[in-house]
């Protein structure tokens, strides 16, 4: 059974900081392509970062570039998003998925269940 389970959000004041993770099961983590969205209220689900499967390259939205931080253990099937700087904007719901193309217009993707990230005074 694949599994994505996302923790460690919660209610964080401007300038603090949070470190989400996202465990993975039931599927093979260190071929898959790692990312976080986030989704807040009344607005498109958007990408925030990207982490390929060997963790080699990342990318991110221009909105959270020096902020942010992907990462990924494969040991431990976990993905990481380390927040730093948050601000009132960075509220929302933070999804992790997990991609792989087989080519061929083939492809796998998974999400998880998302987990709330309130910043506020």
């Known amino acids: 059974q694949v599994q994505l389970v996302e923790s460690g959000g919660g209610l964080v004041q401007p300038g603090g900081s949070l470190r989400l993770s996202c465990a993975a099961s039931?599927?093979?983590?260190?071929?898959?392509?790692m990312s976080w969205w986030r989704q807040a209220p009344g607005k498109q689900r958007e990408l925030v970062a990207v982490?390929?499967?060997?963790?080699?390259?990342?990318h991110y939205a221009d909105s959270v570039k020096g902020r942010f931080t992907i990462s990924r253990d494969n040991a431990k099937n976990t993905a990481y998003l380390q927040m730093n700087s948050l601000k009132p904007e960075d509220t929302a719901v933070y999804y992790c998925?997990?991609?792989?193309?087989?080519?061929?217009?083939?492809?796998?993707?998974?999400w998880g269940q998302g987990t709330q990230v309130t910043v506020s005074s």
């Open positions: 982490i390929t499967s060997a963790g080699d390259t990342t």
């Open positions: 039931g599927f093979t983590f260190s071929s898959y392509t």
């Open positions: 998925k997990a991609v792989r193309n087989y080519g061929m217009g083939r492809t796998d993707d998974y």
